[in-house]
């Protein structure tokens, strides 16, 4: 093979250690083909007919041929049907009239294979072959099959003797062209160009661009019947020598490249990738045996890039009406109807939904007396929609080797059909379900990612459409139980006096979760407006977090500014505690909310059930414990002194709740009940004494 063949179509080969991957999921199947061989090359497949078409320096014994310094012929096109699921064994060559005493291939085809456009030398007249002349460049050329004949070769009209013009593909509808080319103007080394077909005439060449191309050399581009693009490259990061990566455009942009997982890439060269429209199958080269040789693959778990984040849906809100008619608060109160069973007393009500659907809200005006509707102030509809997403749950924290459960379950695509769910843990293990169970080995933040596929459509096309959620894994759920409680203890503030390292890292910077606001234009006079869960985490708290953290080194001195490690550990920890606390807030004051809301009888609790009303509370109650698998409840009644009669009823209320929680999955430990007295300083007669609260334990 000629000096700059060589170049050209194998680049330069790297010989490292062999990759492996100790207890992770493999993403492909990967087999060799049956008809390679250790002592030939045989790469760059094309599918044609039922089978492909690749190159490959073994000896014909039909002409003699030129032969490289290495005394290997130079390359020919054979063709190798598919014979079951494999390719068949014996490759003949694909036209002698292709055939030149030069290299000839690769080569791509179309119009339903009786057109093909191949690589090969741009003279091939000579008698005589210098096999150290890089002069003779590589162009495209186009034939057409006449029956069983392809006519005469047709040069491409942009090949040229300064520069190479190689490796086409040619996109399913025959309107583009790609192909690798060293012309200037490039980003260095090979890049990958494209022409588009215009009254039946290939444009002016295109780069593809940074997205694509690099510094490096990008080859043996293949365009799949989806319009996904893959290359492979040595100038974008990878394992090693020659890559495979894809990238598809979208709104005219090359979109970030995909480098494809093992063991389709190796620390060796790997490259010319072809694959069916949905890349579930198909066929590679690589050198990772000594020689280049062709693998075929099918894919058993697919890759997922660029995924969302996941944006939570908003079931909590505060509800209040702007044109409200004063009333006599003597003779008369307000009531919020939410829609779902739930009545709250006020001119203002927060209200946490279950999940999705329309809710039917009435705000009355209710005579005391009667306990009648005196007046309707507002009625509405509302429909409370789910974003639409793939939606992963799954706890945000968990304990090494405990087993986590993860639901695709609330998925919201009502558009697509969707078919499978694919899991990628973040710790190199993959599965497959709707409904899986993974434990960790090790601590560490972790991002898991949900893939789902839907169904074929006409065209026989898969969406594909991903999300990712972070995950903590810790050994210790003490450390994690501090971590994500509030430090409201009493300590010195004067403590922590060296605020330069505060200052500098900007620590002042809140965490906040901001509200949504929704205006409801079904009725004109009222206003629904989101839940605020906002939480603003003071400096003097962030201060009482880390004079903890120097109580806890033994009273080290710490000199913040000439310690960056300490430094950038304590700026982690500070940023983690904002976070916990954040959510942690967001969770008490729905805990408050939800003990409002709840409506109990001690009749009905006498009779072991509650009423329609308080299954609601019951269950978002449940979700929230479900989700914090770490957080401890205290169920808490205080009763009033003057009805002590009501301490037992009291009692069974509390431990009423835990059962219910208990029977549906909340560990027994975790639950703690009391029942407390109080005295009813204000004496209104009116006023229930007995309140019930949800609150959690900071111990």
Known sequence: ??????????????????????????????????????????????????????????????????STPEDKELFNMFYVPVQGDSLGKSPTILATELMTNFNDGPACFGANDSII????????????????????????????????????????????????????????????????????????GLDIYVCKKVNNAWGTPKNLGAKINTKGNESFPFISDSGELFFASDGHNGLGGLDIFSSKMIDGEWQEVLHINTPINSEFDDFGLITDRNFEKGYFSSNRNGSDDIFDFKTMFPQFTNCDTI????????????????????????????????????????????????????LNIIDKRTGEVFMRQTNYEFELLDFEQAYISCVDEALTKNQINFE??????????????????????????????????????????????????????????CVEKNLTVVKNPTALMQMKSENESGRDEN????LNFVEKQQLYDSFILKPKLIQITTD??????????????SFEKEKHFINSYKEESESEEIDLNSNPAKALALESLLNSSRKSNAKIHSIEKELQVLSTQFQYSFIEVEKQSFSDSAVPILNRLLKILLSNPLLELKIGFHVN???????????????????????????????????????????????????????????
């Open 1 to 66: 093979m000629n000096r700059i063949f060589t170049i050209i179509l194998l680049i330069l080969s790297i010989l490292v250690f062999p990759f492996f991957a100790n207890g992770q999921t493999v993403n492909y199947e990967v087999n060799p083909a049956s008809f390679c061989s250790a002592q030939d090359d045989e790469y760059s497949s094309a599918y044609h007919k039922d089978g492909i078409v690749f190159c490959s320096n073994r000896r014909t014994d039909l002409f003699v041929t030129f």
């Open 117 to 188: 456009i191949f690589s090969r030398n741009n003279e091939v007249t000579s008698k005589k072959k210098d096999t150290k002349d890089d002069k003779n460049t590589l162009g495209l050329f186009t034939s057409y099959l006449n029956g069983i004949i392809w006519s005469d070769p047709e040069p491409f009209e942009y090949n040229s003797l300064n520069h190479h013009i190689t490796m086409p593909s040619l996109s399913k509808d025959g309107s583009q062209l790609f192909f690798v080319s060293d012309m200037s103007g490039g980003f260095g």
């Open 311 to 362: 944006k939570e849906n908003q079931y909590c809100f505060l509800f209040y009406d702007e044109y409200y008619t004063p009333v006599d608060t003597a003779m008369t109160y307000y009531e919020w109807i939410l829609g779902d069973g739930v009545k709250v007393k006020g001119k203002e009500a927060e209200h946490c939904y279950d999940g999705p659907g329309k809710y039917a809200v009435e």
């Open 408 to 465: 695709a379950s609330k998925t919201n695509l009502p558009s697509i059909n969707l078919e499978k769910y694919f899991w990628d843990f973040g710790d190199g293990i993959l599965d497959e379900g709707i409904s899986v169970n993974h434990s960790y080995s090790d601590a560490g933040a972790y991002k898991v990612v949900l893939g789902v596929l839907s169904e074929k459509d006409s065209l026989g096309d898969r969406k594909k459409i």
């Open 495 to 498: 403590a922590f006096t060296n």
């Open 524 to 537: 004109a006079r009222s206003i629904m407006k989101a839940f605020d869960l906002a939480f603003f985490e």
């Open 641 to 699: 002194t003057k009805s002590n009669h009501f301490f037992d009823s009291a009692g069974k209320v509390t431990q009423g709740i835990a059962d219910y929680l208990i029977e549906r999955g909340v560990e027994k430990f975790r639950l703690r009940t009391a029942v407390y007295e109080i005295t009813n300083e204000l004496g209104e007669e009116n006023k229930n004494p007995n309140s019930l609260e949800f609150k959690l334990i900071k111990e």
